[in-house]
Structures are given as C-alpha cells and as structure tokens.
C-alpha cells in the first residue's frame, strides 16, 4: 500500500492550494480517506476527513475555506485548501483512517505560507 502526496509549495496569506494523493494497493473506494498535518513542533493533526461514502468532516481551523474530495475511479483524494494562513504551515499527509491501512503514511507534501 502507498500513498503519494503532492501540491505543496510556498504560497502567500490569502492564497490558495490543491494537494493531491495517488493511492495504490488496496481497493480506495472501501477505505475513508483523510489528510493530516504536522506542524514544526508539533504532534500530526487531522484537517479533514471523507468517508467512503462521501460525509465529510473537517477541523475547526478548515472548516469554511478546505474542501476534501476524492475520485474513486482514479484512486485519488485532494484537499483544496483556501484563504491560506500562517499557521497553516506544515507536512500535510494522506492517510486511510479506521481500517487496516491506517498506519500506512506516505512521505507528505510541504506547504509554507508566509509573505
């Protein structure tokens, strides 16, 4: 199983960014799908969450400004993320939370925001 993270990069407050993650070795439509940050210093934090079925769930700090989406006929989730902050800065992981693959995560995508 694997799990690639992608669309990171260095944006200004206020911008925008879409990550993306290409999954592969497990059936993706059976699986809830999440993304994770990890901010410097600071323990993996969930930022949204969608399950097979498509309920989503987000923290508080995203609520309003990300949208997590998925394409099960690519095996793919994303995570559009708006009206950036600071402290949106961090490593933002792909996961498959709640099933048998939930300890598998993927090298995480980068993203800085900063003027």
């Known amino acids: 199983v694997q799990l690639q993270a992608s669309g990171g990069g260095l944006v200004q407050p206020g911008g925008f960014l879409r990550l993306s993650c290409e999954a592969s070795?497990?059936?993706?439509?059976?699986?809830?799908f999440a993304w994770y940050r990890q901010a410097p210093g600071k323990q993996r934090e969930l930022v949204a969450q969608i399950s097979n079925n498509g309920i989503t769930n987000y923290s508080d700090s995203a609520k309003g400004r990300f949208t997590i989406s998925r394409d099960n006929a690519k095996a793919m989730g994303y995570l559009q993320m708006n009206n950036l902050r600071s402290e949106d800065t961090g490593v933002y992981y792909c996961?498959?939370?709640?099933?048998?693959?939930?300890?598998?995560w993927g090298q995480g995508t980068q993203v800085t925001v900063s003027s």
């Open positions: 996961n498959l939370p709640n099933g048998r693959w939930r300890n598998v």
């Open positions: 070795g497990m059936v993706f439509n059976q699986n809830d």
